[in-house]
Each structure stands twice: as C-alpha cells, then as structure tokens.
C-alpha cells in the first residue's frame, strides 16, 4: 500500500486568502450570469474583474505561489517532451483503427456463435 503526500493549506491566513480568491472568482462568474439587465461591456468587465482579482489575490498566497510554481515546472517538463512526427502518429493510428476493426469482426464471430450454441443447439429454438 503506498503513501501519499497531502499537501493542506498551512495557517489560517492562507486558507483565508484562498477562500476570499475563490469567493471573487465567484462573485465575477455570478455577476456576469445575473446582471443579464446590463450591456455586454459591463458583464465582461465584471466576469473580467472577478478573475483577475482572484488570481490577484490567489498570487500572494502560499498555496497559489505553490501552485504557480507546479505550473511552471509542468510546462518546463512539457518542452522536454519529444513529440512523435506527423508519420509516426499516422501510421499509429492506423494500427489502432486496424485493431479496432479486427476486434468488432472478432467480437461479432464470438457473440454469433454463442447465439447459435444456446438458441440452436442448447434451446432447440428456430
């Protein structure tokens, strides 16, 4: 059985602070679906605001500064990655398309001769 790490928000500061970007990530989604009465501009700049203000406030936190630095580190591991090239990709899926097909036709044989065996031989049914 393996053990995780379960990373928690640490004081009561930060679980503050996560809780309030939330709340104005939130607020912003919220006022732009119910202030349907206002021009566009308004909505936008009010879904806007909220985003910008949450991610704002999610930045100086510790969790949020964590966070940044994960999506940092993903993006670095990203780069590293070697992509396959468009013949490699080709050709693979392909091969998947083949096999699919061969195991619906094998499917299809095992299923009919499971009909035929217990409707026709073990049932007696025609």
Known sequence: MSTQ???TVGSKAASALV?????????????FSFLTDQPMLNRVGILIGGLLLGLGIAWFSPPGKQFLGFARESYDETRRVVWPSRKETVNMTGIVFALVVAMALFLFVVDKLLEWGLYDL???WK
């Open 5 to 7: 790490n379960i990373e």
């Open 19 to 31: 809780v309030l970007a939330v709340a104005a990530v939130l607020a912003g989604v919220l006022g």
């Open 122 to 124: 073990l049932l007696g």
